[in-house]
Structures are given as structure tokens and as C-alpha cells.
């Protein structure tokens, strides 16, 4: 009769033999050939960026609000400082464009479309008043199908679909993305891709807040612009920022500096890493600066507002 002792050394020396034949032992997926990881394409595992919880932005009461301006911003992407929004032109697996980010994001669910113009006359918005999806993307643009356009669609235009009927369906597939305002020469709406947007349009409130002695930047909303059929680049939607950060906070930007820390877009919108010049604050017109300044008067115009902004703060202090 064995001993207790005897017992559990025999289970441990049984349950450790059964571990290293189990680990000996490759799986039977890739055994078969049904998986084979690929190899990590780095020296190291990042998991940082992976880990990271969005930024917890302070209380703000209106109580402590001792001055606020509200101002709109454009960010064009043709500056260097910005080439982290705009780079790369084509989705990788590693590095996307923040339109890319942007739209996965309403792919899937994760952020939500506003209208940039809305009401029954089709004014400026971007009040997020209304919203958008995917589908109707192409309404909102104002990129009708035409299904006239598709040339002898009965013999070049294949039945994918197989409903019998060469249509629009067929010519113009389902496509992973959203549209541009140039229609192709079949009537078909393309994909508006990255290098597609020209610029982003920011709309912020510049706060001072009297209890922390602190200012803030809230940024409110963000819209992609490119350019449409009239030929002016004007806002495709709008979405609410506070939506995106979530999502923001787990994708990775270029970092021209350090390729160790690469950062979210999060972080750079937050830290302010981009260059932006001011289009409008809020006035009792609501009108824009090129409503009544064109050309270098017009970024003139913005940078006084800019400073106005700083010489605000700078005189709240003593010295």
C-alpha cells in the first residue's frame, strides 16, 4: 500500500511526463497545414499602444468657465507637420492613414457620420444633427448612380449577382470604402481613397478654466475634407470627436522622430503635434474669415485670432 506522499509524487511525475509529450508535440493545425502563424515582422512585441486607455479630460463646471471662444481650424495636409495624417497613401498592415482609421471605424460600427449639410435646403452643418451611414454616403454627396451611363450592360457588364439582369448592382459592387464626387465613366462612384483628402477641418472651444487656473483646447468635432464636383474642397461629414477617441487612442501614427514610440492619433491631437491655421470664430455674423478677408489677409486674420487667444491667458498672470 503506497503512502500519500508516494501518491501525489507519482500523480506530479504522471502529469509532468503528459505536459513534455503535449509540448513535443506540434499542433494538429499546423500539422495538416490548415495554419501557419507568419513570422513577426519586428524585433520586439508592441503591446503598448495595444494597452493604452483613452485620456481622462478634466470636469469641466460652468460655474469655473471664466472665458471660452469657439473657433474652426484647417489642417492641410500638404504641410510636413502633418504628414502623419496623410501618410500612407495606401492601407498597410501596420501603418494607416487617419482616413483609413476613419473609415474602418464606420465600417464597423465603432464611430458615427454626421451630415456637413443638412436641413431641407442643404445648409452648412456641423451641429451633428443629423446622421449619415455608408449607404447613404453617396445621397449625401450628391453622387446619384446612372445607370444609363453603363455601356451595352447585356455584354460587358458580367451578372455577378445572378438575378439574370446585367444592372447597376453589378457594374457598381459593394466597395470597402466611400465615394468620391467623380463619377467613373460607367456611372459608378469610386472609392474616395487617403491621398483623395485634401484637408481636415477642426471645430474647438478655447477655455479657461478659473478653478484649475488652467486652459484647455476641447476639440469638438473633426470633418475630412476633399475636393467635390464644383471643384472647392468642402467637408465630406463631420464626426464627434469625443466618439473618436476611443478608437484614436488605439491606432498608431508615424512618429518622424522616435520609430521606438510611434504614439496614437490621440496623442497627437491632444499634444497639439499639428499645424492648423483659423478659418472662423464665432461671431455675430456667423460668418468665416473669407467672408470679409481673402488671400494672406485672411491667414493674417487667423493668426490675430490665435494670438488673441495666448494674449488672453499670458495677461490673467502676474509676472
Not at 445572378?162 to 459593394?174: H, M, Q
Amino acid at each position: 500500500m503506497l503512502t500519500m506522499k508516494a501518491q501525489i509524487s507519482a500523480l506530479l511525475f504522471v502529469f509532468l511526463m503528459t505536459s513534455l509529450v503535449s509540448l513535443a508535440q506540434p499542433s494538429q493545425s499546423v500539422v495538416n497545414g490548415s495554419y501557419v502563424p507568419p513570422p513577426r515582422d519586428r524585433s520586439y512585441e508592441q503591446i503598448l499602444n495595444r494597452q493604452r486607455k483613452v485620456k481622462e479630460w478634466p470636469n469641466l463646471r460652468e460655474s469655473d468657465i471664466l472665458w471660452k471662444k469657439r473657433v474652426w481650424e484647417e489642417i492641410d495636409l500638404d504641410q510636413k507637420i502633418n504628414y502623419a495624417l496623410f501618410y500612407p497613401k495606401d492601407e498597410k498592415l501596420g501603418r494607416k492613414s487617419l482616413w483609413h482609421v476613419i473609415v474602418q471605424g464606420l465600417k464597423d460600427g465603432d464611430i458615427t457620420a454626421y451630415k456637413a449639410n443638412a436641413g431641407p435646403i442643404g445648409a452648412e452643418d456641423d451641429e451633428f444633427t443629423e446622421r449619415v451611414n455608408l449607404q447613404e454616403v453617396s445621397t449625401v454627396m450628391s453622387i446619384p448612380i446612372d445607370v444609363g451611363a453603363i455601356t451595352d450592360p447585356y455584354l460587358t457588364v458580367p451578372d455577378t449577382d445572378l438575378d439574370r439582369i446585367a444592372d447597376a448592382d453589378d457594374a457598381c459592387p459593394a466597395i470597402p470604402g466611400l465615394y468620391s464626387p467623380t463619377p467613373s465613366e460607367n456611372g459608378c462612384p469610386p472609392v474616395i481613397i487617403g491621398q483623395d483628402i485634401e484637408r481636415y477641418r477642426l471645430k474647438e472651444d478655447w477655455i479657461f478654466d478659473k478653478q484649475r487656473s488652467q486652459r484647455y483646447v476641447r476639440i469638438i468635432g473633426i470633418a475630412p475634407m476633399a475636393k467635390k464636383a464644383n471643384g472647392d474642397v468642402e467637408p465630406l461629414f463631420w464626426l464627434y470627436y469625443d466618439e473618436c477617441r476611443f478608437l484614436f487612442s488605439k491606432k498608431e501614427c508615424f512618429n518622424m522622430m522616435n520609430d521606438a514610440f510611434k504614439g496614437t492619433f490621440e496623442d497627437l491631437f491632444e499634444t497639439r503635434h499639428f499645424s492648423g491655421y483659423v478659418i472662423k470664430e464665432e461671431n455675430i455674423y456667423d460668418r468665416n474669415i473669407t467672408d470679409y478677408a481673402q488671400g494672406i489677409d485672411a491667414l493674417l486674420e487667423g493668426e490675430r485670432i490665435k494670438k488673441e487667444i495666448y494674449e488672453y491667458e499670458h495677461d490673467l498672470w502676474n509676472y
